[in-house]
């Protein structure tokens, strides 16, 4: 699993009832009309998403 290398535990619950369950993004109107491409690799993506958060949960004030 992609979170275990930053020693997090898996946690899973049931979806709500209007989750996608599948995520999976086209890209291609971007890479068209903007010739965008991703610039940064997944892992490196997830580190800095979850450092992010990790932050900002770390910041919040208790029962926020």
Do not use: H, M
Not at 26 to 46: C, M
């Amino acid at each position: 699993r992609a979170f275990e290398p930053f020693g997090l535990a898996w946690l899973e619950e049931p979806l709500p009832a209007d989750d996608p369950t599948q995520r999976q993004p086209d890209i291609r109107l971007a890479r068209e009309k903007l010739g965008w491409e991703p610039a940064v690799p997944l892992q490196a993506g997830l580190q800095k998403t979850i450092a992010y958060f990790d932050a900002l949960l770390r910041e919040a004030p208790a029962g926020a």
